[in-house]
């Protein structure tokens, strides 16, 4: 639902790696929809630079978005594998070149959250605002900012208490 609009040029001087620069306008666009999370955006994102390297970046505001508590799950252990034959550490230590392949589309997003960001669950009921800024890489990414409580309530124990003050950073 919503609408994503693009426009740009893709130049291939090089069949492998093109160059990109493509710029995306997003409107009432949902971004994410799950029992644990819902989004809907407004925005403009940017792709510039060759194409493993292309730099993303751009403006996105979250417009309204909802995060449910009880519906995420803690991730389950990842079993322990025994190998036979080759050496443990060669398989838990990439390759420097390795490394760099994984290091694809740089970030530069600021993503925005005007006093409609919902957090719900566990007898929290909260409004949020704030910003925060992407940055890193599609496959490390890092969240710098802080957003801040507006409004809520948490039910313990059978007693409602207002929340007054809140900050995540």
Request: glycine letters at 8%; proline letters at 6%.
């Amino acid at each position: 639902e919503g609408t994503l609009r693009g426009e740009g040029v893709i130049k291939i001087k090089n069949l492998l790696n093109p160059e990109l620069n493509i710029n995306l306008k997003i409107q009432d666009f949902q971004v994410a929809s799950s029992d644990s999370f819902f989004a809907r955006a407004d925005g403009n994102v940017s792709f510039k630079g060759p194409c493993h390297q292309a730099k993303v970046s751009g403006e996105i505001t979250l417009n309204p978005a909802k995060l449910m508590l009880e519906e995420i799950n803690p991730t389950p252990p990842i079993p322990v594998i025994r190998l036979i034959g080759q050496s443990s550490q060669d398989l838990t230590k990439p390759k420097e070149d390795e490394k760099d392949k994984l290091k694809i589309f740089p970030i530069i997003l600021k993503l925005k959250a005007p006093k409609r960001f919902m957090i719900q669950g566990f007898g929290l009921e909260s409004l949020w605002e704030g910003e925060v800024d992407v940055t890193g890489h599609l496959s490390d990414t890092q969240l710098i900012g802080s957003i801040s409580l507006v409004k809520g309530t948490l039910d313990l124990l059978g007693k409602r208490m207002k929340l007054t003050h809140g900050q995540i950073r």
